[in-house]
């Protein structure tokens, strides 16, 4: 038996409210930074145009460039202590300037106001079967959680549907779990579906021409760059169902084409002349009123009655607060595996609580967000609020009344997230006040905005302490090209 190759590693960017991931090659190096020319591109202002270097053979490693905002780091346990620490310094966060130094997977990697972390991908985080004090793989195969007793309802519904050939369209808002759905309807179709393939196509991430292609396919010089002939998703998926998701984006010569294959169960490929019949079942999903989209003339009717043979609608996370605590466990399950932690941190009553109360604007796939950058920020066995964003530490986004929207207001200006894994609010009179205004206007590189939203206080009041303290103005550096 050959060596066993190295598992599939991704890089994971936390920067402002976004969440960006990067798959990684099995070696080399990848520079990082705000210029597009970069192997990773982090389009923020306080990351340099050359600001690091990944080194991915053995043993892992990041270089710091020497920009204006140095890398700091912060190993993933607190038993970690690969890096030198200065005498007398005791800080989490250690700086790394100039210097390249060993790193480790769920290592919290801090440039500018941005973090980034080495993880395990997807695929490998499910392959492997859970061993002795490792964390065991979530139930299901997926992110399937009923607690709530309108999710049981839907999934009841849904699994009655399961069985037969009638197309289903899920409706909700984006991120609630509408593949999550979808995939569980496959693997309730009959059990010949249900061995076959599941695909699925995000609708809105394609032109109108490359949409085509990937649904169709293409014959031999249907087009330039056309060199052999292709089959679609509907042809791969021949035997088992096809998923499209934001349905509702499809431009107009699409839905009529997509119609033709709904009614005769044949697939025309692009350039072709003879159509192909396929064996598919449809489910398809979109966050639009399809029905007002049809109103004003955006999607045809015809295509919309027969999409919605069984319309299945999923409620917002912020309705569905029992599902709650169990999303939270599954995605720190999930989290320690891809960080390569040997144990799952627990999670405190009063972070618990925090996300509890939080409206969850963009749900499910905001709360796996939140309890990544949570487990990756915590070094210790239990989660706590100073591991969550400073929005929710500080009462930001209460949860809606049941059935109402979240507020579509403009956001609050979110805290860099390098230093949201702060202390409680500041409060007059503490005896490290001082010192604490020093470190947080530290950690946000002089942008007093943020270091008074980390610090729990306005920025009037941070300018009227800085003044008190007779503390320098801090200015923003130039940053090095």
């Not at 692009?270 to 399809?290: E, K, N, Q």
Request: glycine share 10%.
């Amino acid at each position: 038996m050959g060596p066993r190759s190295p598992a599939a590693r991704e890089l994971v960017v936390f920067a402002g409210d976004a969440v960006v991931v990067h798959p990684l090659p099995p070696g080399g190096s990848v520079s990082i930074g705000r210029s597009s020319e970069n192997g990773v591109c982090i389009n923020h202002a306080s990351v340099s145009r050359r600001h690091a270097v990944l080194h991915l053979d053995p043993p892992l490693r990041i270089e710091d460039l020497g920009g204006t905002n140095p890398i700091s780091v912060r190993a993933a346990r607190a038993d970690q202590a690969r890096l030198p620490i200065e005498t007398g310094k005791t800080e989490d966060m250690r700086q790394v300037s100039g210097q390249t130094i060993e790193i480790a997977p769920g290592d919290c990697i801090t440039l500018g106001s941005a973090l980034i972390v080495v993880r395990l991908a997807e695929a490998a985080v499910s392959a492997p079967p859970a061993g002795p004090g490792r964390p065991a793989a979530p139930p299901d195969g997926g992110d399937l959680v009923l607690r709530d007793p309108a999710m049981r309802a839907l999934y009841e519904q849904a699994y009655l549907a399961a069985p037969g050939l009638i197309s289903v369209l899920l409706l909700g808002e984006t991120g609630t779990g509408k593949e999550v759905l979808a995939r569980a309807i496959h693997r309730r179709s009959s059990p010949a579906r249900a061995r076959g393939p599941f695909l699925g196509l995000n609708c809105a991430a394609l032109s109108e021409t490359l949409l085509e292609s990937e649904l169709f396919g293409h014959e031999k010089g249907a087009f330039t760059g056309a060199l052999q002939a292709k089959p679609g998703l509907f042809e791969a998926a021949d035997g088992g169902t096809v998923f499209l998701d934001e349905v509702g984006e499809l431009p107009k010569a699409t839905q009529v084409k997509l119609l033709r294959v709904l009614e005769e169960r044949q697939v025309l490929r692009v350039g072709g002349r003879v159509p192909r019949s396929i064996d598919v079942r449809f489910l398809s999903a979109t966050h639009r009123d399809l029905e007002a989209e049809v109103a004003r003339g955006a999607f045809r009717e015809d295509l919309y009655f027969r999409l919605n043979g069984v319309t299945l609608t999923i409620p917002p996370l912020r309705e569905r607060a029992l599902d709650i605590a169990p999303l939270v466990q599954l995605f720190a399950i999930k989290a320690s595996r891809s960080f390569e932690r040997p144990r799952v941190p627990a999670v405190s009553a009063e972070a618990l609580s925090l996300l509890e109360r939080y409206a969850w604007p963009g749900n499910i796939r905001e709360l796996r967000n939140v309890i990544e950058r949570a487990v990756m920020l915590c070094a210790g066995d239990t989660l706590l609020p100073e591991h969550l964003p400073a929005k929710m530490r500080a009462g930001g986004a209460p949860a809606a009344p049941r059935g109402a929207a979240a507020s579509s207001g403009p956001p609050e200006p979110a805290a860099p997230r390098g230093a949201e894994a702060s202390a409680p609010p500041l409060r007059q009179g503490e005896p490290s006040e001082k010192q604490r205004i020093i470190e947080a206007l530290e950690k946000c590189v002089g942008n007093q905005t943020y270091a008074a939203e980390l610090l729990g206080i306005s920025r009037r009041t941070l300018v009227s302490r800085i003044k008190e303290y007779g503390l320098p103005r801090p200015r923003k550096p130039r940053e090095k090209p």
